[in-house]
């Protein structure tokens, strides 16, 4: 998948290093064959009245055992490889094999240990006649000496991506500033971009590589680290085994200069692998490891299951990270110091890839179409981690922002299934559907069948398909053994019918009943048009006390009238404990939001009052200011600021626990009285270790006092700048000061890089402000980096600067003469840009 705007937070890799010219491999000795093959296409599609199916693959060959030897050609960025896969007929007898292997040379294949000419290949599948036909009984022993050359595009056109290679070198030549890697990257199906294999969800095999590198590298990929032998040519062969069997896109490997920090759960051996840079902070950056392993592997009842448990970080990473098995790989983004770390810690992403190694990696979706049995429990095992290390309160703080993710694809995307059968591509299935919907549905089921059904019918689920491919049927007859319940019409309306409910709610308040009115009005196909909702619903009496009632909407229109036992109601909310996912449309008064937000004590309902009341009293400010959640504090600062005592903001600016209500109380200072804000900005940037402090303070203080704030920015000297990356950017770029374009030049590949173009508006604000030769200097800056460029994110990015700073170089030949000789080298540079 091609991105072309990005944002993710990435970290500037401040170490030097000495530039070593990589060990290369001679392929000339490697014989190459050129043969066609008739194969079947690379994904299943039935069309039947304009409709697509896409069905799960089709089980010709069981693969069993994977053993792959590979080296690396870093000049030419290939993978000189011999794979040896064992095979068996799935059921029928089978003449022939046909495996995925997408651009690659085969020089030679062999079959039971004898060579085979008997094969054809076009460039995508591998057809390989057998010496005779073989039955289930039988097994198949096939080899191929081969060599994978991921930079060659699979498709062209508008489908070509530069984020399907399978395999990536990162800074080959070793001439740039980002360590020079290797890594891989296989979901969907592109690990058939580096070894040949049956590329498909619903296979699994268990897996040994023997990966050979120059020895000043560390190797990673599934399985233990049986040996590492030095070589007599100054390499090293890293031999790696995993026994457990795993879906082929779920091989991975990389190699770089790690720092490699080790520790121990049980009996599993732990690796965290980081740039040396952050070798210190290594067991903050995958935080809570351990922790998070007891925790799931005690709420699933199913200890962790694989032999050991690495993770990785990746230059360049083509994704947020990869949950490979025992060996799971991180965008560079999660590598934070521990001040950053601090301000946002890496629990989610963390807890996110843990849990696929139980969904995900042992019980795996057995089509794309049911992606959602792997992500949809991965978020919601964010959820469960948020909930168990932070309270309920940041868990449903969590779960808001998943769904304000899904509302806005759906309003930009439109809706499908959660088991959605006709995507266009198998890479759509990546959204908020089968992520954010998936552990959505996920909560709602949960607090159906209640906590100890939950998680005893997940138990079941793990145990009955544990090294199997799944479907959502597998979970519902998981869930319905362990309930007796008939839970079909749950599945059929979360699982397999399109988008969500949408309903408006009236209350009406009598002396003796509160009536509630309800309608749904979602616009659905007409079988989909009505959702069977569980409510439980709350109602908050005048004594602060709450009481919960039991309501089911199977209508599109429904009048629910609740007796108040002889108090008088203060509100009543329909979905009372906040877990249908739906939009709701609920008219209240200022009292009603009042009552909430005194009495209440579900997060979603007291944020929704907070952020709609106009008025609040004293003892309510320090009701919110006393909750656990900062978000009650940070809102309440920013709604109510001038009711609070100057030194009670103060006091919160410097001493707050959290970083996020620090800020929002030194905005409140700063909006009350700018000279003492001043003050206390002048003390704090001298010792802050909130870099989101530090950064509000350099931003404040430049507001007020300019020079000041450039000549202390002047005098230091910062080797960690990428939280605070952007204010700086920001305060060179309107201070107008040439001087400063240096700084850009040397952040902007990493900030391209880490897809943060705000540092490259900051430059350009910059350089449209600066003279001619900085102009035509800073053109010449992004045109050597875009041809140097390495990836294609670098090579558009600068490409496209390029073009406007050139368009701003015409336009000053408007009224500039000096820029006229100039003009044929611009025009070269024009014409190289267009490639």
């Given amino acids: 998948m091609k991105y072309t705007i990005l944002f993710s937070l990435c970290l500037f890799y401040g170490c030097t290093k000495t530039i070593v010219a990589p060990v290369t491999f001679d392929e000339t000795l490697l014989d190459t064959l050129v043969v066609t093959a008739s194969s079947p296409d690379s994904e299943l599609k039935i069309i039947e009245e304009d409709k697509i199916y896409r069905p799960s693959s089709n089980h010709v060959v069981d693969l069993i055992h994977t053993k792959l030897d590979v080296r690396f050609n870093w000049e030419k960025q290939h993978v000189l490889g011999q794979a040896e896969l064992s095979l068996k007929p799935y059921f029928y007898p089978i003449d022939k094999i046909i495996l995925d292997a997408k651009k690659m040379d085969i020089h030679k294949v062999f079959v039971n240990g004898q060579v085979v000419d008997n094969f054809s290949y076009d460039s995508t599948f591998l057809d390989i006649g057998l010496n005779k036909t073989y039955t289930n009984k039988e097994t198949i022993q096939i080899q191929i000496n081969y060599t994978a050359k991921p930079n060659s595009p699979v498709l062209d056109g508008p489908n070509a991506s530069d984020a399907d290679k399978g395999l990536f070198f990162i800074n080959p030549d070793g001439t740039s500033k980002k360590p020079q890697q290797i890594w891989t990257q296989g979901e969907t199906e592109n690990n058939s971009r580096w070894f040949p294999t049956i590329d498909k969800p619903n296979e699994r095999c268990s897996q040994e590589i023997f990966i050979h590198v120059e020895d000043r590298f560390k190797t990673l990929s599934n399985g233990r680290l049986v040996s590492s032998t030095l070589n007599n040519d100054g390499t090293r062969t890293d031999y790696w085994k995993q026994d457990a069997p795993h879906a082929p896109y779920l091989f991975m490997l990389a190699v770089g200069e790690y720092a490699v920090v080790k520790d121990q759960w049980q009996d599993i051996p732990l690796m965290y692998y980081v740039e040396p840079y952050y070798e210190n902070y290594a067991k903050e950056v995958y935080n809570h490891t351990p922790e998070m392993l007891s925790f799931f592997s005690n709420i699933w009842d199913y200890k962790y299951p694989w032999d050991k448990y690495a993770q990785v970080t990746a230059r360049n990473f083509v994704a947020g990270a990869m949950e490979n098995t025992g060996a799971v790989i991180f965008g560079d983004f999660v590598q934070k110091d521990h001040y950053e770390l601090a301000d946002h810690p890496n629990d989610h992403i963390v807890a996110h890839e843990l849990v696929h190694h139980w969904f995900g990696n042992l019980v795996t979706c057995e089509s794309w179409a049911n992606l959602t049995m792997n992500e949809g429990f991965a978020n919601y095992g964010e959820y469960l981690w948020q909930e168990h290390k932070y309270g309920r309160d940041a868990a449903d703080d969590h779960k808001l922002s998943e769904f304000h993710s899904y509302i806005y694809a759906t309003q930009f995307s439109g809706t499908h299934p959660l088991i959605h059968f006709s995507y266009d591509d198998k890479e759509d299935m990546f959204d908020a559907h089968s992520y954010n919907k998936g552990g959505m549905v996920l909560h709602m089921l949960r607090n159906l069948v209640g906590d100890d059904a939950f998680f005893t019918s997940l138990s079941l689920y793990l145990k009955s398909n544990e090294y199997q491919s799944v479907e959502a049927h597998n979970l519902r007859l998981a869930f319905e053994q362990t309930t007796g319940l008939d839970l079909n019409w749950f599945f059929n309306q979360w699982f397999f019918g399109t988008g969500h409910p949408i309903i408006h709610v009236n209350y009406e308040?009598?002396?003796?009943?509160?009536?509630?009115?309800?309608?749904?009005?979602?616009?659905?196909?007409?079988?989909?048009?009505?959702?069977?909702?569980?409510?439980?619903?709350?109602?908050?009496?005048?004594?602060?006390?709450?009481?919960?009632?039991?309501?089911?909407?199977?209508?599109?229109?429904?009048?629910?009238?609740?007796?108040?036992?002889?108090?008088?109601?203060?509100?009543?909310?329909?979905?009372?404990?906040?877990?249908?996912?739906?939009?709701?449309?609920?008219?209240?008064?200022?009292?009603?939001?009042?009552?909430?937000?005194?009495?209440?004590?579900?997060?979603?309902?007291?944020?929704?009052?907070?952020?709609?009341?106009?008025?609040?009293?004293?003892?309510?400010?320090?009701?919110?200011?006393?909750?656990?959640?900062?978000?009650?504090?940070?809102?309440?600062?920013?709604?109510?600021?001038?009711?609070?005592?100057?030194?009670?903001?103060?006091?919160?600016?410097?001493?707050?626990?959290?970083?996020?209500?620090?800020?929002?109380?030194?905005?409140?200072?700063?909006?009350?009285?700018?000279?003492?804000?001043?003050?206390?900005?002048?003390?704090?940037?001298?010792?802050?270790?909130?870099?989101?402090?530090?950064?509000?303070?350099?931003?404040?203080?430049?507001?007020?006092?300019?020079?000041?704030?450039?000549?202390?920015?002047?005098?230091?000297?910062?080797?960690?700048?990428?939280?605070?990356?952007?204010?700086?950017?920001?305060?060179?770029?309107?201070?107008?000061?040439?001087?400063?374009l240096l700084f850009f030049e040397e952040n902007a590949q990493l900030a391209i890089d880490d897809r943060d173009f705000s540092l490259v508006d900051h430059h350009l604000y910059l350089i449209r402000n600066s003279n001619d030769k900085s102009l035509l200097s800073s053109i010449n800056f992004y045109f050597n980096l875009f041809t140097q460029a390495t990836t294609e994110n670098l090579k558009v990015s600068c490409q496209n600067i390029c073009f406007h700073l050139i368009d701003h170089f015409e336009e000053r030949l408007l009224y500039t003469e000096d820029l006229r000789q100039h003009i044929e080298d611009i025009n070269q540079i024009k014409e190289s840009l267009r490639y």
């Fill in 509 to 740: 308040y009598k002396a003796d009943s509160t009536i509630i009115h309800v309608e749904q009005t979602q616009s659905l196909p007409e079988a989909e048009n009505l959702f069977i909702i569980p409510f439980h619903t709350s109602l908050i009496y005048d004594d602060g006390t709450k009481e919960t009632f039991s309501l089911n909407m199977n209508q599109r229109k429904q009048r629910f009238s609740l007796g108040n036992n002889g108090k008088k109601v203060l509100a009543a909310i329909l979905d009372g404990q906040a877990d249908i996912l739906a939009s709701f449309v609920e008219p209240r008064t200022q009292d009603e939001y009042q009552h909430i937000l005194r009495f209440d004590d579900e997060y979603l309902h007291k944020r929704m009052a907070l952020e709609s009341i106009e008025t609040i009293d004293k003892p309510l400010i320090e009701q919110m200011m006393n909750e656990e959640h900062h978000f009650f504090r940070v809102k309440t600062i920013e709604k109510f600021g001038a009711q609070f005592e100057l030194s009670v903001l103060k006091n919160l600016a410097l001493n707050d626990k959290h970083s996020l209500v620090r800020v929002e109380a030194l905005n409140q200072v700063y909006e009350t009285d700018s000279l003492i804000c001043l003050e206390l900005i002048k003390n704090m940037v001298q010792n802050e270790n909130s870099y989101d402090v530090f950064a509000q303070c350099l931003d404040l203080w430049y507001d007020l006092e300019p020079k000041a704030t450039l000549s202390f920015l002047d005098t230091q000297s910062f080797e960690y700048i990428k939280p605070f990356r952007n204010t700086l950017s920001s305060i060179y770029a309107n201070s107008g000061q040439e001087k400063y």
